[in-house]
């Protein structure tokens, strides 16, 4: 592997295909089974898991361990790599072509960062009647390097919060397991071709408005046709502009408050986009604002044997690396947890959990409440309507999803423990600690008495 490679690599984190370990152990065995169950990846020995690199030394003895690992496994892994690479040492799994594969302490799959156990049902759903090469992973037999936009790359890396001097396409499709041999797949046409239509013609998102609780009258209607990145921030912009808020003011400070809670629509916006079948010509994902409801579809329904019963505990992913992306933009959470924060939304604003129907598409209804001019009891005094429906949030400092997500447990809760916020949110040690001090440094949160006796104050 070449030195820009693994920089590029160790720069861009942990993913779908890259594992971070500070020292070997033979518990490797797991992540083995999981790229090989997945897309295949690499193990960096001697990083640790924030990209430190601490060193690891390759021996004879060590790469003798390794191989009998792989070998251990049902059926045998093939391990296309063992190589010391600077200080770092170098495994290279190759996608399985027997699979499920296992190892001694079960059958294991990789989740966009996350080496997960599989539960049978999981096993069951994950390779029942899966295609050999998912669309998402063909080689698209059109496109060209000269057809990818190096200020989409650009705007990744931007929203990813990686810093890169130079843009190499090739390099950082390849290190994404978006291109293979230099021929570009489908998922990277997806993310950043200059014009994605003209590869995939079924890569668009339909934004409607309609006058009423009928599907007839259009009073607004807006076709992306771009990478599904810009679908997902034009989708973001189009329910602001569309769904009413209102301003509360306490104190001297203004809270902007939307209808419905606006991180549940952000995920079911990212599921529609992740779990989409792209295979499907002639289709599109819709996002529709009603006078009574806010309907997101998009086509590809239930896996086989999955329903909505199952929602929150499986995590059956159609397009792995479409998430991987979305994740690397904390779009997406890592662990799959999109539709259990769905429900905690809806029931910290004490609204109904939206319908679900699945048949050849996938369609999720969430009910818009009476729209009511007041506040809420405390802060009914102070509390004022923007009824307009283009008014957007103006933000200065971007906040992500994993923070919003710590933010909303300390505003219910400010005296929660660390340990419990890792419990909540479904996230490490080490990144709650990382997006806590950010947090902290951009005047979000601070600290009030002792870490022991103290709570959070978190400042709006």
């Known amino acids: 592997m070449k030195r820009e ?3 590029l690599l160790i720069k861009e984190g942990e993913g779908l295909s890259v594992e971070f370990k500070e020292k070997y152990t033979s518990k490797i065995d797991r992540d083995m089974v999981a790229f090989s169950n997945t897309k295949g990846g690499y193990i960096f020995l001697g990083v ?17 361990e390794i191989v009998d690992l792989a070998r251990n496994c049902e059926p045998n892994i093939h391990l296309k790599r063992i190589a010391q690479a600077d200080k770092i040492i170098v495994i290279e799994v190759a996608e399985g072509e027997e699979k499920p594969y296992s190892c001694s302490s079960g059958y294991f799959r990789r989740l966009d960062a996350v080496t997960q156990k599989m539960t049978q049902k999981e096993i069951r759903l994950l390779f029942k009647d899966a295609p050999s090469i998912s669309f998402e992973e063909r080689i698209n037999k059109d496109i060209t ?12 890396f931007k929203e990813a919060d990686v810093s890169i001097k130079r843009i190499n396409a090739p390099e950082v499709l390849s290190s994404l397991n978006l291109s293979k041999k230099h021929a570009i797949k489908n998922a990277g046409v997806l993310f950043f071709a200059k014009k994605p239509r003209s590869f995939i013609i079924q890569c668009q998102m339909t934004l409607v408005a309609f006058k009423g609780k009928d599907r007839v009258h259009i009073y607004d209607r807006k076709d992306i046709q771009d990478d599904l990145l810009t679908q997902f921030k034009e989708a973001i912009i189009f329910l602001e502009k569309h769904l009413n808020v209102r301003t509360e003011i306490k104190g001297v400070n203004r809270e902007d408050i939307y209808e419905m809670p606006f991180e549940a629509l952000r995920e079911a916006v990212t599921n529609a986009i992740i779990h989409r079948d792209y ?8 996002v529709e604002v009603h006078e009574d409801k806010v309907v997101i579809s998009n086509p590809g329904g239930f896996p086989a044997e999955m329903d909505k ?20 933009m904390d779009k997406v959470e890592r662990v799959g947890s999109g539709f259990r924060r769905i ?4 029931e910290d604003a004490k609204q109904p959990f939206p319908e679900i129907e699945s048949d050849s598409f996938f369609i999720i209804t969430f009910k818009r409440p009476p729209y009511s001019l007041k506040g809420s009891e405390k802060n009914e005094k102070n509390s004022t309507v923007n009824s307009t429906v283009n008014s957007t949030v103006n933000s200065t400092v971007k906040i992500t999803v994993k923070q919003e997500a710590i933010l909303s447990a300390m505003r219910r809760n400010p005296n929660i423990t660390s340990k419990q916020l890792i419990e909540l949110v479904g996230l490490s040690e080490r990144v709650v600690k990382e997006n806590i001090r950010k ?8 600290r009030i008495g002792s870490d022991k006796s103290g709570y959070w104050e978190v400042i709006e």
């Open 279 to 286: 295979g499907i010509r002639g289709t599109s994902i819709m």
């Open 145 to 156: 390097w000269k057809d990818i936009s190096t200020g989409k790359i650009k705007s990744f």
């Open 309 to 328: 019963t199952k929602l929150g505990k499986l995590s059956v992913r159609r397009n792995e690396l479409i998430a991987d992306i979305f994740a690397r």
């Open 343 to 346: 429900r905690e939304a809806m």
């Open 439 to 446: 947090l902290k440094e951009g005047v979000f949160i601070r």
């Open 48 to 64: 640790s898991d924030g990209g430190k690199v601490i060193g690891e030394t390759l021996t004879n003895k060590l790469k003798a």
């Open 5 to 7: 490679e693994l920089n």
